[in-house]
């Protein structure tokens, strides 16, 4: 299963293939995937507060509760401590458990 989440409309494109498909079977597909990669993680958040809805919250969180020790790749424009307060210190501590590898330089969109 392949879901393409570009331009920061991951919450869309999954809501999209949950209708598709049944939540049991999407979650199923994340687990059993041999690789899943999510990008712009934290590019949708609530303009008022500052965080993630309650429900991308507990989507990440059980991504990556369920994807622990099997490859998961997440992309994002936040650092760690923005995710931290995008969503909490307990999913940024469970994201810091794997491999972090941070680019830094100017941006090849936006030049800044």
Known sequence: MLIDADNGK?????D???RRVSSQQLWRGMEKAKLVVIDELGARIDKTTGTASEHMYESI????DKRYAKP???LSNLTLSQ?????DDR????????TIVEL????RRTGK
């Open 10 to 14: 991951l919450v869309e494109k999954v």
């Open 16 to 18: 999209q293939e949950i």
């Open 61 to 64: 969180k059980e991504l990556v």
């Open 72 to 74: 998961l790749v997440l």
């Open 83 to 87: 995710i931290s307060k995008v969503f």
């Open 91 to 98: 999913l940024a501590d469970r994201i810091a458990q794997g």
């Open 104 to 107: 830094k330089g100017k941006s």
